[in-house]
């Protein structure tokens, strides 16, 4: 899906007034603008390209010609000759549907093309994200040196991942005035999907990393600045009004996965999924995790619980010949 070009001026002679400029945007555009998340965007972005590329689709005109069995086509490339997850194919699918009702909520195109396509199975009763042990984690938010700028920001980003159950992009949205304190306690006021505002109460250990970093760093009174910010090597941050990109604060989890013996398989997600078992596995009760972990709905955190997960138990070790 190509970008609108840009919108010329309104001219005296009446020529393109305000109305005729509007009405000059592609309305897949209108779709992708709508849409309030940053992440959304992208995501939603990507995954239309994805399926304009690999059918070779190249203008918005010959995206509103499409039917179902183009769509089945791609579905079935990604798993057969790809082999993409089911829940990454639900997802492209699922972008690709809202783009098709928001044409057919504006009478662009007459059908929903997505509609009848079955989409892949995948396994709603656990999650498939690996989490760590309650050893490891302590093993991983020590990883980093304190005694650098890069290892203190780097230890404070792990506490609010393991600490607080913020997702990467969260993290990475943060800004020094977020973190601040509500009846006494030290909070974090985070941005959810969609937009939505929430102040979170968080572990008093992820306060006092924060707070290390920040005198290190040396911008604790930018308040309207990012929070969390890349850096040269291990000395001054690279650009004082830039942002961590989300896929760095997955390399970073996964740097320290690997210098504390872990194998692959982990990602910033399993920051997540551990906090939210380990802090069911303490006695929280589900609703305060699940509004801890931003989800609208609870059986979406069962997902990342991984408390049914017990290795020491399994039958195989019985087997014993």
């Known amino acids: 899906m190509e970008r609108s070009p840009s919108l010329p001026a309104v001219t005296r002679s009446g020529q393109l007034t305000r109305l005729d400029q509007l009405a000059s945007i592609p309305e897949e555009e209108i779709w992708l603008a709508k849409q309030k998340s940053p992440q959304t965007r992208r995501a939603y972005r990507l995954d239309v390209r994805h399926f304009m590329r690999a059918l070779g689709i190249t203008s918005t005109d010959a995206l509103r010609q499409v039917d179902h069995r183009a769509v089945i086509a791609w579905e079935r490339m990604q798993r057969e000759q790809q082999g ?71 230890r404070a980003i792990l506490s609010v991942g393991l600490q607080v159950g913020f997702r990467r992009a969260e993290i990475a949205a943060l800004n020094v005035g977020d973190l601040h304190q509500n009846r006494g306690f030290d909070a974090l006021r985070v941005i959810r999907k969609g937009g939505r505002r929430e102040a979170l109460a ?120």
């Open 84 to 154: 993409a997850k089911s829940s990454t194919v639900r997802r492209r699918l699922a972008a690709l549907s809202s783009l098709f009702k928001h044409l057919v909520r504006h009478g662009v195109v007459a059908r929903n093309p997505v509609v009848d396509v079955e989409r892949p199975s995948i396994n709603r009763i656990e999650g498939s994200t690996a989490a760590f042990s309650k050893i490891q984690a302590r093993k991983i938010l020590d990883a980093p040196p304190a005694d650098t700028l890069a290892g203190l920001r780097d």
């Open 202 to 321: 968080i572990n008093p250990q992820t306060a006092q990393r924060i707070r290390a970093y920040l005198d290190k760093a040396g911008h604790s009174d930018q308040r309207d600045a990012p929070l969390f910010r890349p850096l040269r090597g291990n000395a001054k941050p690279l650009d004082h009004s830039g942002r961590m990109d989300p896929d760095a604060i997955d390399r970073m989890v996964r740097k320290y996965a690997a210098v504390t013996g872990l194998a692959r398989g982990y990602s910033a997600h399993s920051m997540r999924a551990t906090f939210i078992t380990t802090a069911l596995e303490n006695g929280a009760q589900l609703e305060d995790v699940q509004k801890a972990a931003g989800h609208r709905d609870p059986s979406t955190t069962k997902l990342y619980d991984r408390r049914g997960y017990n290795p020491e138990k399994a039958a195989s070790f019985f087997a014993t010949y």
